[in-house]
Antibody, heavy 119, light 107 residues
Framework: EVQLVESGGGLVQPGRSLRVSCAASGFTLDDYAIHWVRQPPGKGLEWVSGISWKSGPIGYADSVKGRFTISRDNAKNSLYLQMNNLRTDDTAFYYC????????????WGQGILVTVSS | EIVMTQSPVSLSVSPGERATLSCRASQSVGSNLAWYQQKPGQAPRLLIYGASTRATGIPARVSGSGSGMEFTLTISSLQSEDSAVYYCQHYKNWPYTFGQGTKVAIK
């Protein structure tokens, strides 16, 4: 069974850093493109970052470019999002999501993890 | 960046009636379009990919159509469990942007 489980969220002060993780099971992470999507409480979805299969191209939303870094550890079958210089508008639920085979829609999502940026 | 615009923002439909949701892209995305359903406290769930193909386990009363810039999600014979927010998303190229969502309520 395919599962994605996020961890590492919490409360952090503006300007500080935080790393959230996404542990995958039921499939090999490196065989698929994987993404981070966020959702401020009560608001809509925003694509944050994606990493192609076999550690190919990486992309970022303009709102996080230069501050966030996506990476994966194949040995741990895990995805990471390193978030630096956090701002209050980065407060959101962060979801990891897997692309389908032969199509790039997101067929599996984690349950989400809340990151709150506040002083 | 491709901008996705959904309409209406919300709609209220009686059980058994049809709900029609629209999504417009600011430029052509071909058939690289997905629809997701999100219920409170849950992650989004894939309903439709490739603009018109139902994902695994999605009932036949849910259908998608369109290509290029105009897309439609139709839920025929609405049921209570269809109460949710629905998002369209293009995946033609990065950034994969989402629409702002349409909230469907049951009368």
């Amino acid at each position: 069974e395919v599962q994605l489980v996020e961890s590492g969220g919490g409360l952090v002060q503006p300007g500080r850093s935080l790393r959230v993780s996404c542990a995958a099971s039921g499939f090999t992470l490196d065989d698929y493109a994987i993404h981070w999507v966020r959702q401020p409480p009560g608001k809509g979805l925003e694509w944050v970052s994606g990493i192609s299969w076999k550690s190919g191209p990486i992309g970022y939303a303009d709102s996080v470019k230069g501050r966030f870094t996506i990476s994966r550890d194949n040995a741990k079958n895990s995805l990471y999002l390193q978030m630096n210089n956090l701002r209050t508008d980065d407060t959101a639920f962060y979801y990891c999501a897997k692309e389908r085979d032969y199509d790039r829609a997101f067929d599996y999502w984690g349950q989400g993890i809340l990151v709150t940026v506040s002083s | 960046e491709i901008v996705m615009t959904q309409s209406p923002v919300s709609l209220s439909v009686s059980p058994g009636e049809r709900a029609t949701l629209s999504c417009r892209a600011s430029q052509s995305v071909g058939s690289n379009l997905a629809w997701y359903q999100q219920k409170p406290g849950q992650a989004p769930r894939l309903l439709i990919y490739g603009a018109s193909t139902r994902a695994t386990g999605i009932p036949a009363r849910v259908s998608g159509s369109g290509s290029g810039m105009e897309f439609t999600l139709t839920i025929s014979s609405l049921q209570s469990e269809d109460s949710a927010v629905y998002y369209c998303q293009h995946y033609k190229n990065w950034p994969y942007t989402f629409g702002q969502g349409t909230k469907v309520a049951i009368k």
